[in-house]
């Protein structure tokens, strides 16, 4: 069975503390992608970045970036210099093959982050 | 171009009542799913459609039921409204299998 893992319930950090968010999954599938969404206090979810399971290259994007190994199932969120307006509960989701010939996305329980001034 | 609309955004029902959520895209995607989202478990998947007319079941789809008549519309329905049901609902549409998903603001649903 697939399986998503955020272990890190809360986060809180300063302003300007470098931060990472923990993502580990579970898959037997070879292919697969993984994503990462960012849902704000005003409730949306937002979509961050898409990964396929053949592309381990990290990614920089402004001040967020992020590492995906398959060696240790982890594709880990990390946002530098944080802000206050990154305060947000982020999830990291997987994306397999499902049995019926479609596909199917588990989503983590989520990671909050709280940044202060 | 409103993205993905949901309706209605609040909603309390009593135990037994029925109703349906709407969901629409005006993006012209195949795939629409429905996920809820409860305290400390993240989102899980209802059901979901790859296309006009076809659904398919998800992780949680027991009390449920969906259609999809329209391409641009996809409706979960409650027959008969349980409290384990309150919960916040996610409509979300994808182009493609396996691109990003663009999420509705959500319809806060309470059961009594």
């Known amino acids: 069975a697939q399986k998503v893992t955020q272990a890190q319930t809360e986060i809180s950090v300063v302003e300007k503390e470098d931060v990472t968010l923990d993502c580990v999954y579970e898959?037997?599938?070879?292919?697969?992608?993984l994503f990462w969404y960012k849902q704000p206090p005003s409730g949306e979810l937002v979509f961050l970045i898409r990964?396929?399971?053949?592309?381990?290259q990290n990614e920089i994007s402004g001040r967020y970036s992020w590492n995906f190994q398959k060696s240790t199932s982890s594709f880990n969120f990390t946002i530098t210099a944080s802000q206050v307006v990154d305060s947000a509960v982020y999830f990291c989701?997987?994306?397999?093959?499902?049995?019926?010939?479609?596909?199917?996305?588990?989503f983590g329980a989520g990671t909050r982050l709280f940044v202060k001034a | 171009n409103a993205g993905v609309t949901q309706t209605p955004k609040f909603r309390v029902l009593k135990t037994g009542q029925s109703m349906t959520l709407l969901c629409a895209q005006d993006?012209?995607?195949?795939?629409m799913y429905w996920y809820r989202q409860d305290p400390g478990m993240g989102l899980r998947l209802i059901h979901y459609s790859v296309g006009e007319g076809t659904t398919a079941k998800g992780e949680v789809p027991d009390g449920y039921n969906v259609s999809r008549l329209k391409k641009q519309n996809f409706l979960l329905g409650l027959e008969s409204a349980a409290p384990s049901q309150t919960s916040v609902y996610f409509c979300?549409?994808?182009?493609?299998?396996?691109?990003?998903?663009?999420f509705g603001p959500g319809t806060r649903l309470t059961v009594l």
């Open positions: 979300a549409s994808e182009q493609r299998p396996w691109f990003e998903q663009f």
């Open positions: 990964r396929n399971s053949f592309d381990e």
């Open positions: 993006m012209n995607h195949e795939y």
């Open positions: 898959t037997r599938d070879t292919t697969y992608y």
């Open positions: 989701a997987l994306s397999v093959p499902a049995n019926t010939g479609g596909f199917k996305t588990i």
